[in-house]
């Protein structure tokens, strides 16, 4: 058992990754935090231009043909195998450094990490209640994301679910906790709690 904290939150757009994440690097000490959206953007400047990648993901379908759920899910995975290759690289580095790390994704795909799932803490964040979500993703350009517009977002929302209930789908074949973020300061707290648990 590890004796420093290496974790992985996953979640799709509006589910309180970012200030999560935030809460829990405070009072576990963590002082790296990587973003997906961050790590997809420093990979974006190295592929083609036409790859998949430059592509938002709920527009991911568009290589594979018309807008339905079977496109939109191979565009994920299709994306998520790009930025999961980076992803597996800093999480190796870090329990290799001995580093604590949190890493917030929205390409939650467990098996794109191989073994090393098994080797960190992962969670899941989701919002059950749709209308809810649709509210976090318009106020949470007052939060954190100053510069996103959540109008932009909450109009993918359809898509974005699709993508949010295949996640579920991977964090329950893998015994990953998940965590409805219906209640904001009740749902960090669980989150940190599964965290400090996995320490013991």
């Known amino acids: 058992m590890r004796n ?3 974790i992985l939150i996953g979640g799709v757009p509006g589910v309180g990754k970012t200030s999560i994440s935030g809460y829990v690097a405070r009072n576990l000490g963590i002082n790296l935090v990587f973003s997906g959206d961050y790590i997809r953007e420093t990979i974006r400047a190295f592929v083609d ?21 079977e496109n939109l899910l191979k565009g994920f995975n ?12 800093i999480l190796e580095r870090a329990i290799d450094n001995g580093e604590p790390v949190i890493i917030e994704t929205l390409y939650f795909i467990p098996e794109q990490l191989g073994d ?9 964040l989701y919002i059950e209640d749709e209308k809810l979500h649709i509210e976090r993703l318009n106020e949470r350009q007052n939060y954190t994301h100053f510069g996103s ?11 974005y679910r ?3 209930r295949k996640s ?28 400090r648990k996995d320490l013991k």
């Open 162 to 164: 699709v993508i949010m």
């Open 78 to 89: 299709a994306q998520g195998e790009m930025v999961n290759r980076a992803t597996k690289k």
């Open 149 to 159: 517009s959540g109008q932009r977002l909450s109009s993918n929302i359809k898509n």
């Open 4 to 6: 420093f904290p290496v």
């Open 116 to 124: 090393l799932i098994k080797n960190i803490t992962s969670i899941y």
């Open 168 to 195: 579920l789908e991977y964090a329950r074949k893998y015994s990953i906790p998940v965590v409805d973020n219906k209640i904001y300061g009740e749902a960090r707290d669980q989150v940190l709690e599964i965290c």
């Open 49 to 69: 231009e036409n790859s998949i990648l430059n592509k938002s993901v709920y527009d991911s379908w568009q290589p594979f043909g018309e807008n339905n759920e």
